[in-house]
């Protein structure tokens, strides 16, 4: 039996010592909903000291702000201390509008006057929005009310500053603090972040008399948003204690660098790790094309008993697509059902449809994606890429026909991938027509790989002299992907003038692309120009260049 069942069937009259000891218990909502009829019983709805406990666990435990806020409503004479929880509250869980709302009413109160302890929270409010103008008129009611010397709503304007990009005011608030604590001095070095100056930062974090761990996180999180991973690592080298931030930080940075074997070696030397050293790790090798170790540190973390959260599960769906394996893909929909992930979540169902698409289940990824609340530009592109991925080439064209009827705007993302669907499928003309809607009507900025996909359209339909005019007169520097795209052509349609032109460009931007060479001799065997595969396999052998062998696999499943 828990703790406040306990107390509730207590035989004894509750008095207010006891019900405060019954709230401090609650674990839940229902547990507060329980305590919550004892005090309307016994009459304490009017104790401010009673009602601030009360509603700070509903901003806890509660998704929104409803029910605190209809328990607030019944406080005849609410104090600044109930005030000020109630706007933390909606700080956290309700829209700037909503704390600006309580805000004014509480203004307008004749009995409470704002205090240091009220203008934190609404700061972050409207740091966390990038909400400047409003920042600025909580910035004048705190001048009013005269708290602009603490330095906690110091801090907290230097935030909202320094992340709108305003890093002189925040200068000035900085130096008119004159007391400062290590929160001021990292929200300063925050802002110098935000606004581009590593130098500034560093020199900043430099000068600061004292350092906690949350200072020298922010310091390292900084060179590893600048790519500045060595310097990371120096200054975690000099952390005098580490926390999982610190830890997870590092490994966030070498991830997404590319370099998994630090961000390995890392999470095995860290002691403490929560839910996002896990998440950073999986993500990492998911995105780094390693799939089959993201789907191994899955099952490390299910054997320590850590619970992944929906983030994690979109890296292991990301995962499972990269690996085509629909027995996976089909244990990890029936895992998250049976742990009650909400589907409705628009990145997870779009994680869902991407995932059963790219594993070849399209029926169930259809099914996904009609009854998907709201589909976006990435729900559109998994069913767009697997549908093209599985020979769908018509339907992909219909889908992304649709994508546009709902309103829809493709970016560059979204163009490779349905130029690419065109190209498998040979459906030049379709893709044409896309291509030129998406440069006349939507102004999609090309890059070298829409011009390949395009290079590449062309050739497999057989119009290699065409695919070669539009390589040569490319605004862009063409690269390799679109010389490698022509050349496949090439040899589809054994075309040996254009191959070798193509060939020999390509052996000077990839010298070492034994790929390359494979393709201009299958083109020679194809002609029976024998003599030319020899001379041709022994220039590679000169330049101590090997084929790779190829490889496949067969899932057995008994």
């Given amino acids: 039996m828990s703790l406040v069942r306990r107390c509730l069937t207590t035989p004894t009259e509750p008095s207010p010592i006891v019900l405060i ?18 005090i309307i019983q016994k009459g304490y709805e009017q104790d401010h000291f009673m009602i601030n406990q009360f509603i700070s666990l509903c901003n806890a435990f ?9 328990v607030f409503e019944r406080v005849i004479h609410p104090n600044v201390y109930v005030w000020n929880t109630l706007i933390k509250g909606y700080s956290k869980k309700s829209s700037l509008v909503g704390c600006f709302v309580i ?23 409207c740091s966390n929005a990038l909400a400047l103008r409003e920042g600025q008129i909580v910035h004048g009611l705190i001048v009013r009310y005269g708290t602009d010397s603490d330095v906690f709503v110091g801090s907290s304007l230097i935030d909202l500053y320094g992340k709108c990009k305003e890093i002189e005011y925040a200068r000035r608030i900085f130096n008119g603090i004159p007391i400062k604590n290590e929160v001021t001095w990292t929200a300063m070095i925050v802002g110098y972040v935000y606004a581009g100056d590593l130098s500034k930062a560093r020199k900043l974090f430099d000068e600061m008399p004292e350092k906690n761990v949350g200072s020298w996180n922010a310091m390292i999180r900084a060179f590893v948003k600048f790519g500045d991973l060595v310097g990371a690592k120096k200054l975690f080298d000099c952390m005098p204690d580490k926390d999982v931030v610190s830890f997870t930080t590092m490994i966030d940075g070498y991830a997404k660098a590319g370099d998994m074997a630090s961000a390995r070696f890392l ?59 629909l027995d996976l893909a089909n244990w990890v929909e029936h895992y998250m059902s049976q742990n009650s992930f909400d589907f409705n979540q628009v990145h997870i169902s779009a994680a869902l449809v991407g995932m059963n698409a790219k594993c070849g289940n399209m ?19 998994s069913m767009i890429q697997g549908l093209s991925m599985h020979g769908c080439g018509s339907q992909a064209v219909d889908f992304f026909d649709r994508m546009l009827n709902e309103g829809l705007v493709p970016d560059d993302v979204s163009l490779k991938i349905i130029l690419t669907a065109c190209s498998r ?36 339909s057989g119009r290699l002299k065409d695919a070669y005019e539009l ?88």
Avoid at 433 to 458: E, G, W
Avoid at 481 to 496: P, R, V, Y
Avoid at 509 to 519: D, R
């Fill in 471 to 558: 390589i040569k007169s490319m605004p862009v520097e063409p690269h390799a992907g679109a010389w490698g795209a022509l050349l496949g052509a090439c040899k589809l349609h054994c075309d040996i003038e254009v191959g070798e032109e193509i060939s020999n460009r390509l052996f000077e931007l990839e010298p070492q692309n034994t790929g390359n060479y494979v393709l201009l001799s299958d083109i020679y065997a194809a002609a029976n120009r024998w003599l030319d595969v020899a001379l041709l396999r022994q220039k590679m052998s000169e330049k101590g260049l090997r084929k790779i062998p190829g490889c496949s696999w067969v899932l057995d499943n008994p």
């Fill in 363 to 381: 029926e169930r990824a259809k099914m996904l994606f009609e009854g998907m609340p709201k589909r976006d530009l990435i729900s559109y592109c």
């Fill in 21 to 38: 000891n019954w709230l401090r218990a609650c674990k839940s909502i229902r547990n507060l909903e329980q305590v919550h009829t004892h």
């Fill in 267 to 325: 999470f095995d030397q860290s002691s403490d790790r929560d839910i996002i050293s896990w998440s950073a790790l999986i993500s990492g090798y998911a995105q780094n094309g390693q799939p089959n170790e993201a789907v191994k540190i899955f099952h490390e973390m299910l054997l320590m008993n850590v619970r992944p959260d929906e983030f994690i599960m979109v890296s292991l769906m990301c995962a499972c697509s990269q690996l085509g394996r």
């Fill in 103 to 125: 805000l004014k009413r509480m203004i307008r109160s004749m009995n409470v006057v704002l205090d240091k302890y009220t203008f934190p929270s609404l700061v972050k409010s």
């Fill in 62 to 70: 509660s998704c929104n702000v409803s029910y605190a806020t209809s």
């Fill in 425 to 460: 499928a040979e459906l030049v003309k379709e893709g044409f027509r896309i291509f030129n809607l998406m440069t006349n009507k939507y102004s999609v900025k090309l890059s070298p790989d829409h011009y390949a996909c395009v290079v590449d359209l062309l050739g497999r």
